[in-house]
């Protein structure tokens, strides 16, 4: 059984439009202009694991316990766009970083040191914020466009600034957690995938984010993300009380129906060790 409906998913699709609309035209003109004709990032996963890293709470500690036990020479890293310093600090580099936002902030998370933008591939939404695409493609790395297909068909209005030109096409997932996972399973072809980072939710009154920050700011209302968003509260699985908001709820169940399909279809393999939230995906670890 789903544990999304359609009318679910077609109802956010729309309320992201109505949000997002007018700057997501903005980000995919400009972002248009610096396209890159270089080689496609299809099946490089072919034969290879990967570590895929969210933002969630658990992060800091996930990426201490890579770097513990090595794990980041045996496997190939994808993180989300507001996680890539945070392992740049650790001491681990990434090989993608995936951005989907249209105005997450550039100044915050990704305005890493250029040396590091030859080292990590680019993967943009057409419409993320176009900062991070001027500041990989001005220090030479090498950025990779995509397109989501979604319920309402905004990748026919987005294609058109890429037509004629290469670039990569998948299901819209809910947020860029969910679509470094797409990436990682539908175009780059790797059969293992270990997640790290994916709480969906956070301790009452403990950090919001992989960073450690107990009091993020909402981009749009400048107000404590903790104070301003309802949220739900919950029991993980290791059986502590939670919070999380309806956005991340909807978004750990698309995720969790998203990858029942890629081992029913695909047969890949998913682990998720993060070791805390609300994912409840059949295969669970810790990092040792």
Known sequence: ???????????????????????????????????????????????????????????LENIR???KHNLHYDYDIICVDKAVKTFIAEGVIPNY???????????????????????IKLISSITANSKWVKHWSD?????????????????????????????????????????????????????????AGYDYSFKIFDSYYGDGDKKPLDTNMKQNKHALYNHHTLIDINGDLVQASSNMIFSSKWLIDFVKNMSMAKGIETINATGAGILLIQNQANIK
């Open 65 to 67: 316990k890579i770097k």
């Open 139 to 195: 220090n030479q790395g090498s950025v990779y466009f995509y397109i989501n297909k979604d319920n309402i068909r905004t990748h026919k209005e987005f294609g058109v600034y890429l037509k004629g030109k290469n670039f990569i096409t998948v299901p819209a997932a809910s947020n860029v957690g969910n679509c470094a996972y797409v990436m990682a399973s539908m175009v780059l072809n790797y059969k293992k995938i270990v997640l």
């Open 97 to 119: 970083v995936v951005i989907s936002d249209a105005q997450v902030s550039f100044e915050l998370y990704g305005d890493i040191d250029p040396k590091y933008c030859k080292r």
């Open 1 to 59: 059984m789903k544990l999304l409906e359609k009318s679910e998913v077609v109802k956010q699709s729309k309320r992201a439009k109505e949000r997002w609309g007018e700057l997501w035209h903005g980000n995919a003109q400009e972002n248009s202009t610096m396209y890159q004709d270089i080689q496609g990032i299809h099946r490089k996963g072919l034969g290879k694991s990967v570590i895929v890293a969210s933002f969630g709470p658990s992060l």
